[in-house]
C-alpha cells in the first residue's frame, strides 16, 4: 500500500471512482453548504475526521479514516410544501447506487491518475500495472438523511477505510 501522502490522493480516486461507476459528473470537496449553486444531482466528498496514526510495527502506522458522501438531489415541493414520495424514492435510488457502486472498492493511483476498482479486476489491473493501492477497500458504514436544504434532499453515505503511513 503507498503510504498517506494527504486527503488529496483519496479524494481524486473518489471523484474519478464516482464518474467512472455512476456517471455523476458534479462531485465537488465539500467546503459547507452555503453560497454554492447545486446542480440536478451531485455528491460532495467529506473528511470529516482527525487523521490519528497508531503504531502497527516499528515501520508502520495505520490511522482509520472515514469517509462522508454527501448525495443530493433536486426536488421540488408540491403546493402544500411536502417533497413528493416518487422524488424521495428516486433520490434514495441514486444514494443506494452511489453506495453500491463503492462498497468494498479500492482507491488506486497509477502513473499520476486515480481510480476506484475492485481488487479482483483483472482488467483494471492489466491495463494499469503500476497501480498502488491508496488504502484499504473501502467499507459501508451509514446512512443518514441530513434535511431538505434549499430544494436539495441530502443523505450522507458514509464509508471507512485504513491508511499508512
Not at 142 to 154: A, I, K, S
Request: glycine fraction near 6%; aromatic fraction near 16%; include cysteine.
Amino acid at each position: 500500500m503507498k503510504k498517506f501522502e494527504g486527503l488529496s490522493p483519496l479524494y481524486k480516486a473518489l471523484k474519478r471512482g464516482i464518474y467512472d461507476l455512476t456517471g455523476v459528473e458534479d462531485v465537488n470537496w465539500f467546503h459547507g453548504y452555503e453560497n454554492i449553486v447545486l446542480r440536478e444531482q451531485g455528491i460532495f466528498i467529506d473528511f470529516p475526521d482527525e487523521i490519528l496514526f497508531e503504531k502497527i510495527t516499528k515501520s508502520m502506522k495505520r490511522a482509520p479514516v472515514r469517509i462522508r458522501l454527501h448525495v443530493y438531489t433536486k426536488v421540488i415541493r408540491d403546493v402544500d410544501g411536502y417533497v413528493p414520495h416518487e422524488q424521495a424514492e428516486a433520490h434514495d435510488t441514486f444514494a443506494l447506487m452511489v453506495r453500491d457502486q463503492l462498497d468494498n472498492k479500492g482507491l488506486f493511483e497509477a502513473e499520476g491518475d486515480f481510480y476506484a476498482a475492485d481488487f479482483d479486476n483483472e482488467d483494471f489491473f492489466i491495463s494499469n500495472p503500476q497501480a498502488q493501492q491508496l488504502c484499504r477497500a473501502l467499507s459501508f458504514t451509514g446512512w443518514r438523511y441530513y434535511h431538505y436544504f434549499e430544494g436539495q434532499m441530502v443523505t450522507f453515505v458514509e464509508f471507512t477505510t485504513e491508511v499508512e503511513a
